[in-house]
């Protein structure tokens, strides 16, 4: 009998074809297919040294070359594509076969896609895979949903090629149906989130003090030593390091300032909204995004007045750079801490039981969030005590109560400056907004009751309230 592939990638764009090398340089046979065959030939002649691949040139061919129980997995565009590409190679499958989808897909297409499926017999698999192309190939950070009998399956061959930190797989079974790609999701909000941090924090440096790329470049090197160490502190100072070849000017002034996004931020958001979760640094950062790219509006307003002072000088300049570092490290936990409260809320909203310190633990590794601190959050979550929230877990309240104060002078310093800073207020916001014993929400009740008789609790008695506003102001329980 001809030789059969312990897994085949349909898919070959860059994602699909380093993820097929990967699992080939693994030493897994690959069956390999993509719409048009050239780049499966392509695929083979540059790179079939690295291990056994079997291309095939149509969909039942590719089918035909799977070992059974048939792992398929497709590395599409999220969408109509990817439910073209699921019908296609369902009507191929037996049942036991299992269908893994490895891009980003929403959580919701995931859900309705294995219901689907389960129907036909056939495991559909929404896996989230952080890493981008590198981490495709050199071990990303894998996120299965799925039931768990396609993850005794799966998992083994997912965790080969995942990326390992302390020799532990970054890779485990999330939860049922969309949990993995609902993880990737807030995984990309977190994501959204850290970079406007770090680009807040560049920001500051550059108009505060004067302070040009390559010398912020130094300063994110730096930091990068410390407990701030992560992959995108790392590329942030390459990138500012980079010097325009055309021009010679620095890299990050000769981009225009537009950033743009595919949507995974935005489906955080949306999401969180729907269940009631303040992620207000990730939404945060998902507006100043727009904000940046609403270029027509931006031009409008550049008459517009701001503060009269510049940039810090004497001790303020002095100490402002270690305070931007502290203010980051800050909204950083923040940022941690809203995605792991939206996390759970999912979790608890689909039954999904998705374990907040395994996710820590497979995004130490491979994932573009990767930090040196989500050890700390592994810790946080393995603890007999869990915390409610990260913010209250003991490691978190001393590092914030350390760096709290600098963190506020930032605020005040970029409100005073005029700089925006979106994410560092909002995470102060919440941050204060958490740990207030009173909220004027309790005003806010009394203006619902007032103009909609929408009633409010009170702190004393039991039950809902109204107020005859609009007569003798008499209070009646409802
Ligand atoms: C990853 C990334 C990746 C994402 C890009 C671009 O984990 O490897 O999250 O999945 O597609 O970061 O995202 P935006 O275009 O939305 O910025």
Same mark, same amino acid.
């Given at each position: 009998?001809?030789?059969?592939?312990?897994?085949?990638?349909?898919?070959?764009?860059?994602? #699909?074809?380093?993820?097929?090398?990967?699992?080939?340089?693994? #030493?897994?046979?690959?069956?390999?297919? $993509?719409?048009?065959?050239?780049?499966?030939?392509?695929?083979?002649?540059?790179?079939?040294?690295?291990?056994?691949?079997?291309?095939?040139?149509?969909?039942?061919?590719?089918?035909?070359?799977?070992?059974?129980?048939?792992?398929?997995?497709?590395?599409?565009?999220?969408? !109509?594509?990817?439910?073209?590409?699921?019908?296609?190679?369902?009507?191929?499958?037996?049942? +036991?076969?299992?269908?893994?989808?490895?891009?980003?897909? %929403?959580?919701?297409?995931?859900?309705?896609?294995?219901?689907?499926?389960?129907?036909?017999?056939? %495991?559909?698999?929404?896996?989230?895979?952080?890493?981008? /192309?590198?981490?495709?190939?050199? +071990?990303?950070?894998?996120?299965?949903?799925?039931?768990?009998?396609?993850?005794?399956?799966?998992?083994?061959?997912?965790?080969?090629?995942?990326?390992?930190?302390?020799?532990?797989?970054?890779?485990?079974?999330?939860?049922?149906?969309?949990?993995?790609?609902?993880?990737?999701?807030? %995984? $990309?909000?977190?994501?959204?989130?850290?970079?406007?941090?770090?680009?807040?924090?560049?920001?500051?440096? $550059?108009?505060?003090?004067?302070?040009?790329?390559?010398?912020?470049?130094?300063?994110?090197?730096?930091? $990068?030593?410390?407990?701030?160490?992560?992959?995108?502190?790392?590329?942030?100072?390459?990138?500012?390091?980079?010097?325009?070849?055309?021009? +010679?000017?620095?890299?990050?002034?000769?981009?225009?300032?537009?950033?743009?996004?595919?949507?995974?931020?935005?489906?955080?958001?949306?999401?969180?909204?729907?269940?009631?979760?303040?992620?207000?640094?990730? &939404?945060?950062?998902?507006?100043?995004?727009?904000?940046?790219?609403? =270029?027509?509006?931006?031009? =409008?307003?550049?008459?517009?007045?701001?503060?009269?002072?510049?940039?810090?000088? +004497?001790?303020? =300049?002095?100490?402002?750079?270690?305070?931007?570092?502290?203010?980051?490290?800050?909204?950083?936990?923040?940022?941690?801490?809203?995605?792991? %409260?939206?996390?759970?809320?999912?979790?608890?909203?689909?039954? *999904?039981?998705?374990?907040?310190?395994?996710?820590?633990?497979?995004?130490?590794?491979?994932?573009?969030?990767?930090?040196?601190?989500?050890?700390?959050?592994? /810790?946080?979550?393995?603890?007999?005590?869990?915390?409610?929230?990260?913010?209250?877990?003991?490691?978190?309240?001393?590092?914030? &109560?350390?760096?709290?104060? &600098? *963190?506020?002078?930032?605020?005040?310093?970029?409100?005073?400056?005029?700089?925006?800073?979106? #994410?560092?207020?909002?995470?102060?916001?919440?941050?204060?907004?958490?740990?207030?014993?009173?909220?004027? !929400? =309790?005003?806010?009740? #009394?203006?619902?009751?007032?103009?909609?008789?929408?009633?409010?609790?009170?702190?004393?008695?039991?039950?809902?309230?109204?107020?005859?506003?609009?007569?003798?102001?008499?209070?009646?329980?409802?």
């Amino acid at each position: 009998m001809a030789e059969r592939a312990r897994i085949g990638v349909t898919g070959l764009a860059v994602m #699909g074809r380093n993820l097929a090398r990967n699992f080939a340089r693994h #030493g897994h046979t690959v069956a390999v297919h $993509n719409r048009t065959s050239a780049k499966t030939r392509a695929l083979v002649e540059e790179f079939g040294g690295e291990g056994t691949f079997l291309p095939a040139d149509t969909a039942e061919e590719f089918v035909a070359l799977l070992e059974p129980p048939r792992r398929l997995v497709i590395m599409v565009k999220a969408g !109509a594509p990817t439910d073209a590409v699921i019908d296609e190679f369902a009507a191929l499958l037996e049942p +036991g076969d299992m269908i893994v989808d490895g891009g980003n897909a %929403h959580f919701a297409d995931t859900r309705r896609r294995e219901v689907a499926l389960r129907e036909r017999g056939i %495991h559909f698999v929404g896996t989230g895979i952080s890493g981008g /192309e590198e981490g495709a190939l050199l +071990g990303p950070s894998i996120m299965p949903g799925g039931s768990p009998e396609s993850y005794a399956a799966l998992g083994p061959i997912l965790e080969d090629i995942a990326a390992k930190v302390d020799g532990v797989p970054c890779c485990a079974h999330m939860g049922p149906d969309g949990a993995g790609h609902f993880v990737k999701m807030v %995984h $990309n909000g977190i994501e959204y989130a850290d970079m406007q941090l770090i680009a807040e924090a560049y920001d500051l440096l $550059n108009r505060a003090l004067g302070m040009q790329p390559v010398q912020i470049a130094e300063v994110f090197k730096t930091w $990068n030593l410390g407990r701030l160490e992560s992959y995108l502190i790392e590329i942030t100072a390459e990138v500012l390091a980079h010097t325009d070849a055309a021009g +010679g000017k620095a890299f990050v002034d000769v981009v225009q300032d537009r950033a743009e996004q595919k949507g995974t931020g935005r489906w955080t958001v949306q999401t969180a909204l729907d269940l009631g979760v303040p992620v207000s640094g990730i &939404a945060e950062a998902v507006f100043a995004r727009s904000l940046s790219g609403h =270029a027509e509006l931006r031009a =409008a307003a550049q008459g517009l007045p701001g503060p009269t002072r510049g940039t810090l000088d +004497g001790d303020d =300049a002095d100490r402002f750079a270690d305070d931007v570092e502290q203010a980051l490290y800050a909204s950083k936990i923040v940022a941690y801490a809203q995605g792991i %409260h939206q996390i759970q809320a999912g979790s608890a909203e689909y039954d *999904w039981s998705i374990d907040p310190g395994t996710v820590a633990e497979i995004w130490r590794g491979g994932c573009i969030i990767r930090a040196r601190f989500l050890d700390r959050i592994r /810790e946080a979550y393995e603890a007999e005590q869990k915390p409610d929230s990260l913010l209250t877990a003991d490691y978190f309240r001393n590092a914030i &109560a350390g760096a709290q104060d &600098a *963190w506020r002078r930032v605020v005040a310093t970029a409100a005073e400056l005029g700089v925006p800073t979106p #994410g560092f207020a909002a995470a102060l916001s919440y941050y204060d907004g958490l740990r207030s014993p009173r909220l004027p !929400a =309790a005003l806010i009740q #009394g203006q619902r009751d007032f103009f909609g008789a929408h009633t409010y609790r009170r702190v004393d008695r039991e039950g809902p309230f109204h107020t005859d506003w609009s007569g003798d102001r008499t209070e009646h329980a409802v």
